[in-house]
Structures are given as structure tokens and as C-alpha cells.
């Protein structure tokens, strides 16, 4: 699909959408997004599900909270041309790490070792004061401010989201075809053989841990200035089961999805909530997720991309793709 | 940094001694082997017979219980598997398992990378970068050049065979072995590979597992029985044809493959 079909809509969205579809809809969207994506790169290029892509979202999140204008009086105030690099710098590093934690595990256990880390990170800043303020966290929270305008502006924050989000998908689809990007697709089908070209195999994962971070890392700082407030709650289980549903409703065979799981996620958690109580919202994603699975393990997008092919050319149909 | 200080006149691969066990069981036991710069080596020897896991163990892809191992001089018995490529050692695999979602031309970019090594390999892919280059002059040599964009989920066995070849082959190796290559291979791509064996420069050392007769014989200038995991015999083709010893437990009893 050409870009430009689906950039130039996007760009033109402004002009038809109110405040309240263009920041609780679409930037909220672009956000989860990019979160999401941070996942789908991993699982699909990595072949590791990941539950600490909160974790790293966070780091970045708290970083910005900590060093720029917030209301409880904790941090440090620093121009936010050092604070967003240190963001960023501190999701990678902290990606980095846990990659190579998580390096010798595959499957489950690098579920469980991720999820453990998200956790232990969810507690640990529920309980320290002099950096996270406890389970209150942050609040209070302001962007940026660039020539008297606020980045928290619903259009320029839905631009800058937009573009993050432009930016990042261009990213991975230049990371993948890197030297480095290959050698993570190697990792991911046949570990072993990867060694045996002489190949370190712990430098790709840390490398694709690290690239997760930087994509989680923008996501969490835009998601801060969303939020105007972080706290324990924005690292908990909430969030990391959130990122693994948009990702899975999306399919994690094409990191885009993360935007159409993130769009399908966020419209139904925006209206769901008007026309059924709270608690039966988990089970309305829970039946769609299930829907997703059973249907199109692909996700959302391979289904479209799958109906497109379809609708082109019918007539190959029976054919072998050569 | 390829290490690269071989000795002149030494052996290419000499093996003392080498065993390897799996719990209780050697898989083999006592091997010596002394191979020469640049001979045809080839290494017969039942299903079972040990084959497989002694070179898994020259290669370092497993460790060898006992004995010691020489490449060119230098003892390699406790280096890890890249150090050992970047001496110029490399291997086809019984079974191949290569990366299915990457492209023929990504996974011989790859063998080159590996072997080279350093910090080159993070580097981005630029047009005219050497190394793709090499990709594709070993996509040529191995016969896969014209399948060089398609993944290598899609291709066909005997394109999978050539393409552990044409991995083998990256950068010039110093001696090569090559588990079954022809292993299910059709009786037309048989010629094919053997034509590609007979066609490797002639200073390059070849170990070849073989169940073909033909292809061993005719590309081989002496051969190694291994039965039950030990060194039975030892010779040149026309010797080993001729040992009892060999017929009774080989020759005599192989029921094709
Ligand atoms: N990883 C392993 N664990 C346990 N036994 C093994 C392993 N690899 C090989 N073996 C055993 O070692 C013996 C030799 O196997 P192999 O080297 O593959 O023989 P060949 O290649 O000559 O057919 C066989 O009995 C096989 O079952
Ligand atoms: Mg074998």
C-alpha cells in the first residue's frame, strides 16, 4: 500500500474532527500505537513476546515527569532538549538490559522473566518516594512549551503523534533490512545456525530489546504529556495487558497492525464504556481478542491485507505465490 | 580479527583421541585423524556410526569429552565455534535448518558477515557494499543465483543443499566439511553437486560424509570407515573397496540410505 493513500487522510483528519475524536480517539490511538508497536517489532522480527514494553514506556514516561514541570514538587527541572534524549537514552538502555536478561529465553519463559520485570518494576515504584512519589506518581504534568504553544494542544499533539508514528514505522522497516535487523531475523528462526556463522547471538537480542525501548521510549514520553500525570498505575498489569491486546488485535506478524489494533482498541474502550458498565468492557475485549484469535491469527491487518490481495486479483487466486 | 598465522607445513586438521559421550552412550570414541592441506577426505560409515557427532565436535558445535584437536597448527579443543570459522573452518549440516524468513542473498550475506566478523556487521547495508558482492558471487558457485530474492522457506530441497554450500563457501574457507550433501538429492542433481565439489579450488581441504559411493569415491583421494563410533579402516578408495573388515560391516550390509 502506498503511503500516501493513508498519510494524506491522516493529515487532513484534523480539519473533520472535533477536540474530543482528535485527542481521546486518535492521538490516544497513535500513542497505544506506537507502545504496541515497540511489541509487534519484537515479536514479529525477534519471534519474543515481551511484557515489559510497559516498563520501558514508563522509564521514559517518569524521566520526562522527573525532569520537567509537574505539580508534586519532585525532580529536577531541565530544557526538555536534555530531558526527551534522556528519555529516550534510559527506554533504550533499560530495553537493552532487559534483552539481556530475558537473552537465553524463548517462548514462555521469556513471557515470564518480561512479566516478572514489568512487575517488579510496578512495585518498586509503588514503594520509592524520592524518585517515582510512590503509588501517586506525577501529576500535573505539562509538554513542552515551543513559541508560547503547548505540545499538549490537541493538534499539535496529534501532529507530533502522528509523526513519532510515521517516524517509527519507517525506523523498523529500515532496522529489519540492517545488517543488524537481519541477523535478529536469524536469531528468531534458528538460533543455533546463527552461532554457527560465527555470529554472536546475545548482540542482536540486547539490539532488539534496545530498538524496542527507543519505540516504547517515544510512545511513553508522548503518553505522559497525553496523561499530564504518570504513576505506578500507568506500569502495572493495566497497560501491559493493554500493549499485548492492541498488538495481538493488530497481529503480530506486521508491526503497522499495532495501529489498527490500537484504533479498534481505543474506539471500543472510548463507547463500549457508554453502552455497557465497566466490568463487562473486559469481557467485551476478551471476546474480541478471542474472536481475533480464532478468526484471523494474523490480526486485523493480515485479515485486510489478506481481503486486498483477494479483491486485485482474483483470478490468481488458485495460484502459488512466486 | 581472523586469526590467520597457520603454520606452513603443518597438518590441516589433526585429532587426538577424541571422544564424545551422551550419558552413558559414546557417540565416538578413540578417533585419531591426521588430514593434509588441501586432500579429499572421505568419512564413511553406517547410520549411527558416529559420523555426524565427530564433526559436530571438529566444529565446536558440541564439545569434545576427551581428546584434542588441531587446525592448522593451532589447538582449537576449547574454542568456541566463530573463532573456529574465522580460522577458515567451515560445515554443511546433515539436516539443514536455515532461516526461513530471510532471503537467499540476506542468509549468504550473513555467512559473509559472520565470517568477517567485528564490528562491521551492525553497520547498515549500503548499494555497492563488498559484501553483498560476495553474496552474490556464492549464490553463483552454489547454482542458487537465480533464486536469490526468493526466502528460503520456498525453495526446493535440492536448492536448500546448495545453499548450506554456498554458506560453507563464504570467504574463502581453509577446509570444509560437508555432512551428506548429497542427501536426497534427485539422480539429476547429483552430477550437479558433484561437478560443484570437484570444482572447489584445489587448496582447499575437503572432509565429506558420504553415503553416494560414486560421489565419494570419485571426489576423494582416501576415506575413513567409522563403525560404532570407532576408526575401523583407513586407506585409499581402492584399499577400503578391498577390507574385509569394512565390506562385512558397510559395504556389504548398506541397504542404500
Ligand atoms: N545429541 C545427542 N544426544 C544423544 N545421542 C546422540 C546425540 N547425537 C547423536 N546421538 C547418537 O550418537 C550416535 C551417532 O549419531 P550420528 O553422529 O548422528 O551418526 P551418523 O551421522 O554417523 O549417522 C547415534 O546412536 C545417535 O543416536
Ligand atoms: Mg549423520
Redesign the interface.
Known sequence: MRPALILIPLLALPLVLNDFWLTQVATRSLILGIMALSLSFLATYLGVVSFAQATMAGIAGYTIAYFGPNSVGIGVQLPFWISIPLALMLAVVSGGLIGLIARRSRGIYAIMITLAIGVAFFYFTRQNYTLFNGWTGFSGVRAPEIGGLSLRDPLALYLLSLGTAVLALALVS?FV????G??I??V???P?????????VT?PIV?AFAFSGLLAGAGGILNVWYQERISSFSVGLGPIIDILIVAVIGGLRHPAGAFVGAVVFVLLDTFAVDLIDRERFNTLIGVVLLLIVIVAPGGLQQLASDWVARLRRPEVKEKSTV | MPVNHSHTNANALEVRGIGKRFGGFWAVQDIDLTVRPGERRAILGPNGAGKTSLFNVL?G?TSATTGQITLFGDSVTREP??KR??RGLR?T?QHA??????TVR??L???V???R?GWR?????RAGDDRLAEAERLAEVAGVADVLDRETSELSHGQRRQLEIG?ALAEKPKILLLDEPAAGLSPAERPKLSALLMSLPKDVTVVLIEHDMDIALQTSESVSVLYNGRMLAEGSPDDIMRNEDVHRVYIGGAHGH
Open positions: 529500515g533490512r540492517s545488517p543488524l537481519l541477523t531475523q536469524a528468531r528462526d534458528a543455533g545456525r546463527v552461532l554457527a556463522l560465527g555470529i554472536s548482540t539490539a | 566444529t558445535d565455534i566463530n570459522i574465522q560445515r549440516y535448518h536455515l532461516f526461513n524468513g530471510l540476506d542468509t550475506f550473513l555467512a558477515a559472520g565470517v566478523g556487521q551492525v553497520l547498515p547495508l554458506i
